[in-house]
C-alpha cells in the first residue's frame, strides 16, 4: 500500500502542480491583459489629450486670424470714411470752381449784354456774340466735368473699397496691389 500510496499522493501533487501552475500562468496571463488595456487606455487618453490640444490650437489660430481680419476691417473701414473725406472735399472743391465760373461766366454774359444795349459798334457785337457762344461752350464743359468729377469719386471710392475688402479677405492679393494703386489711396 505504500507505494500506491506514493502513487496517489505523487499524483495529488502532480495534480496540485498542473493546477497550480495553471493558475500561475492564468494569473500571468490576466496580469499581462490588464498591463496592456492599461497601456491602451493610457494611449487613447494621450491621443485624445494630442487632439484637444490640437483643436485648441486651431480654435486659437482661427480666433487670432477673425481678430487680425476684424482690425484690418476696422483699419479699411477708417482709411475709407477718410477717403470719402478727401473725395468729398475734391468734389466740394470742383463744385465751388464750377459756382464760381458759372458766376464769372453770368457777370459777363450781364456786362457784355449792358454794352450791346449802350449801342455800341457792329464788330464788338459780333466779337460780343462769339465770346457769349464761347462762355456757353465753356459752362456746358464745366457742368459735364463736375458730373463726371462726381461719378468718377463715387466709383473710385467703390474700387478702394472692394479692393481693401479683397487684401482682408485675400491677403495674398496684397503682392498685386501696386505702388501706384497705394499711392491713390
Known amino acids: 500500500m505504500s507505494t500506491l500510496m506514493n502513487i496517489a499522493i505523487g499524483l495529488v501533487i502532480a495534480v496540485m502542480l498542473a493546477l497550480g501552475f495553471d493558475a500561475t500562468r492564468e494569473h500571468w496571463r490576466e496580469q499581462g491583459r490588464e498591463e496592456v488595456r492599461a497601456e491602451c487606455l493610457r494611449a487613447d487618453q494621450a ?51 464750377h459756382d464760381g465760373l458759372q458766376r464769372e461766366l453770368a457777370r459777363r454774359d450781364a456786362a457784355s449784354s449792358d454794352r450791346r444795349a449802350a449801342g455800341t459798334c457792329a464788330a464788338a457785337d459780333a466779337e460780343a456774340d462769339e465770346a457769349a457762344t464761347a462762355r456757353g461752350l465753356l459752362g456746358a464743359c464745366a457742368g459735364r466735368y463736375r458730373s463726371m468729377a462726381a461719378g468718377a469719386a463715387s466709383l473710385a471710392e467703390q ?21 501706384e494703386i497705394e499711392e491713390a489711396r
Open 159 to 179: 474700387v478702394m473699397g472692394l479692393q481693401a475688402h479683397v487684401l482682408v479677405v485675400q491677403p495674398q492679393a496684397a503682392a498685386l496691389v501696386t505702388p
Open 47 to 97: 491621443r485624445d489629450a494630442l487632439a484637444t490640444r490640437d483643436a485648441l490650437a486651431r480654435a486659437q489660430e482661427q480666433r487670432a486670424k477673425e481678430q487680425r481680419m476684424s482690425e484690418e476691417a476696422e483699419k479699411n473701414a477708417l482709411e475709407a470714411t477718410k477717403r470719402e473725406a478727401v473725395l468729398r472735399d475734391r468734389l466740394a472743391a470742383i463744385v465751388r470752381s
